[in-house]
C-alpha cells in the first residue's frame, strides 16, 4: 500500500498515511488529525482509523507522568486482556507504546497507542481497528508511525491557543475557593449562571464542612435550586479483630482507618436506609484532570423522586482525607443539565495549602484478602488479580526497578510455612544464576510473626538480591517478596521490615456486606 506524507504545520508534526485515505485537521481544546478510509466509512463495523492528537500539559507533567495517568485511564475500560507498556522512540524522543483489545457489541476491537512529549504537549498517536483488519493493515500503519516527526515551530499561534484553552478556565465558568482556613483547602470551578444565595460553614476537630446553595438561571429554562455540600474528614477509624500468627492463635483487637471502598459502601448503606433510591453507582472513576484522587460517584434520589443527587467521594492521597462532593437539584430526572455540569464542577477540583498532618508513610487496605500496611509514600502501586506489587518510583530508571510485592495464597492442612518456604526457594532458585540462599530467621512484630529468606544470583549479568517474608494466618499464607539490585538491596529490605512490622490481618467484608 502507498502512503502520502501529511503535514501540519499548527500542530508541529508530520506522519505518513495511506495514500487512499482521507486525512481531517480540527484545532480546538486539543489538536487532533485524523485518518481514516472512506469507503469504510458507513459500515456496522469499526473501520480502521489513525489518529494523531496534540494536547497541552501543566508545568509538572513528565513523560513518566502522562504515562501514569495515560495507563490509569486504560485500566478503567472494559479490556480483554492487560495494556502491554513498552518504551520506543517517536521523532528520536523517548516514548512509550501499549496495546490492547477491547470488546464492543462482541466485537475485539484492537487499539495502539504511542505517545511523547515535546515543548509541554504531549503528542499521541492512534490506531484502532477490528482484530483482524488490525493484522492486515499492522505493517502499513507501523510504517507510517515511525515515520513520525515533530517539526520544531515552537511558535506556532495555533498551539498557543490550545495551551490557553486547556490551562485556563473556560469563560462561562467562575473560579470558587473553600472558605475553609483551619482544613484542607479546595479550590473549583462553578458556571457563571449559578447565583450563590446562601453559604455556611462549619469547622470541626477533624472534619470540615462546607454548604453553598445556588439558583441556576438560563434563558427560557425554568430555574433550579441547587445545594452542594463539601465535606472534607480525615480518614475514620474502624475498630476490627484480626488473628495473630502465633501459636497462642489469640485474637487481636485493633483500629485501622477506612478505606475510600468501606466509606462509600458505608454512605450507600445509610443512603437506602433513608429511603433514597440508587439510580447509578457506587462505581469507580477517574476525575478527568485530577488523577491523583481515586474517587467514586453515586446517583440517588430521595423517597419521593423530587430530588436528584450526584455524591462524588473523592481520596486525597496526599492527606489521608476523603472530601465529598454532594450535588442535589430539584431539576427533573429526564433533564440531565444538572448532571453534565455537576461532572464538570467535580472535575475542576484541587486540593492546595493542605493543614491536615501529613505522613512519610502510605496506607494500603486489601478487603479482599483483609490486611493492612504501612509504605513510604515513594512507592506506586499496581493490583494484578491478588498480586499486589508496588514500586519505588526513585528507581524506575534503573535496569531492574526495586520493587515489594505481595500475594496471599490458600493452605491446606498438609502444607504449613517450612513447606511453603522450601517451595519458594526452589522457585528462586529455578529464576536466579549463581543462586545462593544468605540467610533464613523467624521475625516477629506486633501483629504477626514470619519467617524472613535473603538470597542472591543474577538476573542477565545482573547482580541482584532478593527477600521473602512468609507469614501465616489461619488457613492463607501472605508472602512478602523484595527484589532489588544488589546495591539498593538494603535500603529495600528496610522499607520491607517497615511493612512488616505494620502489617495486621482483618475478618474481610462478606457479600452481603455490600447490599443493603
Same mark, same amino acid.
Given at each position: ?18 495514500? !487512499? ?21 458507513? =459500515? ?69 497507542? %504511542? ?123 474502624? @475498630? ?7 501459636? @497462642? ?47 467514586? #460517584? ?32 430539584? %431539576? ?30 502510605? @496506607?494500603?487496605? !486489601? ?48 502444607? !504449613?510455612?517450612? %513447606? ?5 526457594? %526452589? ?17 516477629? =512484630?506486633? #501483629? ?69
Amino acid at each position: 500500500m502507498q502512503n502520502k506524507t501529511y503535514t501540519s504545520k499548527d500542530l508541529c508534526f508530520k506522519i505518513k498515511y495511506p495514500s !487512499n485515505w482521507l486525512a481531517s485537521e480540527t484545532i480546538e481544546d486539543i489538536g487532533l488529525v485524523s485518518f481514516g478510509d472512506e469507503s469504510a466509512k458507513n =459500515s456496522e463495523n469499526q473501520p480502521p482509523q489513525l489518529t494523531v492528537t496534540v494536547t497541552a500539559l501543566g508545568s509538572n507533567d513528565t513523560l513518566r507522568s502522562f504515562t501514569d495517568k495515560s495507563v490509569a485511564q486504560l485500566n478503567q475500560l472494559p479490556l480483554s486482556q492487560t495494556p502491554k507498556l513498552s518504551k520506543r522512540k517517536l521523532s528520536n524522543l523517548d516514548s512509550f507504546q501499549v496495546n490492547y483489545i477491547s470488546e464492543f457489541q462482541s466485537l475485539h476491537i484492537k487499539f495502539y497507542q %504511542a505517545w511523547t512529549i515535546w515543548n509541554g504537549f504531549a503528542f499521541v498517536i492512534s490506531f484502532i481497528a477490528i482484530e483482524n483488519q488490525f493484522k492486515i493493515l499492522w505493517g502499513t500503519i507501523e510504517e507510517c508511525i515511525d515515520s513520525f516527526e515533530i517539526t520544531d515551530n515552537s511558535s506556532s499561534s495555533k498551539l498557543e491557543e490550545i495551551r490557553e484553552k486547556t490551562l485556563k478556565p473556560p469563560v462561562d465558568f467562575l473560579l470558587l475557593n473553600s472558605k475553609l482556613i483551619n482544613k484542607s483547602k479546595i479550590t473549583f470551578l462553578i458556571p457563571n449562571s449559578w447565583k450563590e444565595i446562601k453559604f455556611n460553614t462549619n469547622d470541626f476537630n477533624s472534619i470540615a464542612i462546607d454548604k453553598y446553595e445556588f439558583l441556576w438561571k438560563e434563558e427560557n429554562q425554568k430555574p433550579i435550586h441547587l445545594e452542594l455540600t463539601i465535606v472534607t474528614d480525615a480518614l475514620p477509624l474502624l @475498630s476490627s479483630s484480626s488473628s495473630s500468627s502465633s501459636s @497462642s492463635s489469640s485474637s487481636l483487637s485493633t483500629s485501622h482507618h477506612l478505606n475510600l471502598d468501606e466509606c462509600v459502601r458505608i454512605h450507600n448503606r445509610e443512603l437506602l436506609k433513608l429511603g433514597y433510591t440508587i439510580k447509578n453507582g457506587p462505581k469507580q472513576c477517574k476525575l478527568n484532570n485530577n488523577f491523583n484522587y481515586d474517587s467514586f #460517584f453515586i446517583l440517588a434520589f430521595n423517597s419521593t423522586n423530587t430530588i436528584k443527587n450526584l455524591i462524588y467521594f473523592i481520596l486525597n492521597n496526599n492527606d489521608n482525607t476523603i472530601t465529598t462532593m454532594n450535588f442535589a437539584s430539584t %431539576a427533573p430526572e429526564n433533564d440531565n443539565r444538572d448532571l453534565c455540569v455537576f461532572s464538570r464542577v467535580a472535575n475542576s477540583i484541587q486540593f492546595v495549602n493542605s493543614n491536615f498532618k501529613l505522613s512519610k508513610n502510605i @496506607s494500603y487496605e !486489601n478487603l479482599i484478602a483483609g490486611f493492612h500496611f504501612e509504605l513510604q509514600e515513594n512507592y506506586s502501586v499496581q493490583e494484578i488479580g491478588m498480586l499486589i506489587q508496588f514500586v519505588d518510583k526513585t528507581s524506575i530508571h534503573l535496569p531492574l526497578p526495586t520493587n515489594i510485592s505481595i500475594i496471599c495464597l490458600p493452605l491446606d492442612e498438609t502444607t !504449613n510455612l517450612k %513447606a511453603l518456604a522450601a517451595s519458594m526457594t %526452589a522457585q528462586l532458585q529455578a529464576t536466579l544464576q549463581n543462586f545462593q540462599k544468605l540467610s533464613e530467621e523467624r521475625i516477629n =512484630s506486633n #501483629f504477626c510473626s514470619g519467617i524472613l529468606m535473603i538470597f542472591s544470583g543474577i538476573i542477565e549479568t545482573l547482580p541482584v538480591k532478593a527477600s521473602q517474608i512468609l507469614l501465616q494466618d489461619k488457613s492463607k499464607a501472605t508472602i512478602i517478596t523484595i527484589n532489588a539490585i544488589d546495591n539498593y538491596f538494603k535500603g529495600a529490605l528496610t522499607v520491607g521490615r517497615e511493612l512488616f512490622d505494620s502489617l495486621y490481618f482483618f475478618q474481610p467484608p462478606t457479600p452481603k456486606d455490600f447490599t443493603n
